[in-house]
């Protein structure tokens, strides 16, 4: 991982406003005004005179991971989960960011396995995944060619949106006399246009005027074509007045502006702010991020049901294969791909970009960092991509040194469309006879030389998945204590089938195929005959044998013993023989149709030395019982160890 981060203030982050009366802690006060730097020095001085609250220690290690003091970050974060266990999600991810600025993956991977519950098994996955591609720099792949756009200036400009022959976007730099906002010491944002050129690149930037004038902030715009309305976030205000809630703080709404001026609130709450939103014009869905009680962590990304942009519904959470303890902002949907940007633990730097695919059931695969030919070691957001002649190209938002001010917005261009390609596998594991769902049964992914390329085990409900970069063929085995193993191979061809719906593993449990039986343990297969002194398997017979080989298959370690009895008619010594020679032929078949040596620990003819009735040499019975005595039997020997 990169160690060098740029000291800055993310802008994404302060939109809003706090009015504060007296404060008793002036480092309270300067850590809401974002002033981190006057913080830290305050905050030092009053743990000299008292204690900090766990509140203000908290707060100080937040202003040192913001001015980039990550090693007293980290310590004050270590210090605070070692003395209080219910420490929240969201300064966990950044204990983990402020250590994996200063050490190694292997001591964040370390609190990853202490400290579980702190993450749900989404996100576990997911930072799982991403540790892997970054160590083999299997993101990477792509080679990005990116420019920084002429429009940018000494101040923050950031993202950018499509809008016909142009893009929008939002700026800090001076206009007028606009006010200036303290904690960016720049003028109130304003939302901006700029002409593309052939190359790309973005030029001639102005203020945009088809957005209704404020004195306050006007951002992060998107454009609808369908809609023909611009969306955009703006602070809550009344005229030249802004609003605050009872804690006196202001907040961000969104709202939209159609072709003809016409300006509505689509979001606005004085206790919330809304941001970055993305309008999805195939569904009608409205995506915004937001900080809403009872998310995964800081800002999450959210969606609302839209009737020709109207809201129609409440905020639906994307959940915790995209939403972490850290931020999500930013989102664009292109080709059934979701790109976005988040703050977690397991990223290059700062933001970076991630891109997950939308499942024909809109769940999510997991998010996939975009890696270093897009990402830095700085703050990377505000994604968006479209088609060209030569494949790909769009715009992103980065304060990356060299720049030309807080935030730039830089130009790219791809030949192919950025994420990896990757195999997610769902599917369910259930008893094959009571079709009851098996909990806790151990799935294993195989590559072609069956080495283990991923474990995992069954939920409460028996479902599991997978999710691996894309190779031609893989295997999958599932078993269980007392179960038998699924094992089949997985190739190309199995990909449409398998991206629709779940792969049903059916398992049989070992009571299940085995009865008692003349005081044994045998297999429960139908009973069958040879014909009169033949030893010849009929294909009657072999259907039978083949459900054995079955068994067998789902039971790799099964011992039997193979035993085959005759009746008392004909002579002692034939009927020895003859049951002989017809154990010997159930074990040849067996053998030849895949069943190992090691699965058959012996094949015997009993003759007529074990009836199961009276009819013995000289006594007079019906053919029927007679045949009771005629029959084969296959035990089970090491029945303990399998279940």
Known sequence: ??????????????????????????????????????????????????????????NLADSYLKTGAYKKAAEI???????????????????????????????????????????????????????????????????????????????????????KDQILFTSGRPKGKREIY??????????YSGIIQPDGDVTVPKSFSKIPNSSFHKATPFYSEKLDDIIYMLSNANGDDLLFDSNGKNTLAIGKVNDKGRFEYLLRDLSTSFYYPFYEEATGKLYFSANFSGGYGGTDIYYVYTNSG???????NLGPRINSPGNEIAPFIFQGSLYFSSDIFYGIGGMDIYTSNIESDDS??????????????????????????????????????????????????????????????????????SRINIENAKIVLLDENEEVLKETNTDENGNFQFEIPYRKSYAIKASKKGHGIFFKTFGNEDEAALSKKKLAIELPFIQDVVEEKEGKTVLKIRKFYFNAGSSQLTPDIKSVLDNVVAIVGNFPEIKLKIESHTSSRGSDSKNLELSTNRAKAIQRYLMEKGVSQNNIDEAIGYGESMLVNQCKNGVFCLEFLHNQNDRSLISVLNLDALN
């Open 310 to 316: 109207q809201i129609m519904s409440a905020p639906v």
């Open 77 to 163: 974060y270590s210090n605070s989960y070692e003395k209080d266990s219910t420490l929240s999600s969201t300064y966990f991810n950044k204990m983990l960011q402020s250590i994996s600025r200063i050490d190694s993956i292997d001591k964040v991977k370390a609190y990853l396995e202490n400290s579980k519950n702190y993450l749900s098994r989404e996100q576990l996955e997911n930072a799982e995944f991403n540790f892997e591609l970054l160590e083999k720099n299997q993101n990477g792949h792509l080679d990005f060619y990116v420019f920084n756009c002429y429009l940018n200036s000494p101040q923050a400009d950031f993202s950018p949106a499509f809008y």
């Open 364 to 433: 999510f695969s997991i998010p996939i960092n975009l890696g270093e030919g897009i990402n830095s070691s700085y703050d990377d957001f505000g994604f968006i991509i479209k088609n060209d002649a030569n494949g790909f190209s769009g715009y992103f938002s980065s304060n990356r040194e060299g720049g030309k001010g807080k935030d730039d917005i830089y130009g790219y261009k791809v030949s192919e469309k950025p994420g990896l390609k990757t195999i997610a596998i769902k599917g369910t594991v259930a008893n094959s006879a």
């Open 182 to 191: 303290e904690p960016s010491g720049e003028a109130y944002l304003d939302i």
């Open 1 to 58: 991982m990169k160690t060098k981060f740029k000291h800055i203030i993310p802008l994404f982050l302060i939109f809003s406003i706090f009015s504060f009366g007296q404060k008793d802690s002036k480092g309270d006060y300067y850590f809401f005004e974002y002033a981190y730097k006057n913080a830290i020095q305050e905050y030092n001085k009053e743990a000299i005179k008292k204690r900090l609250t766990p509140q203000q220690s908290l």
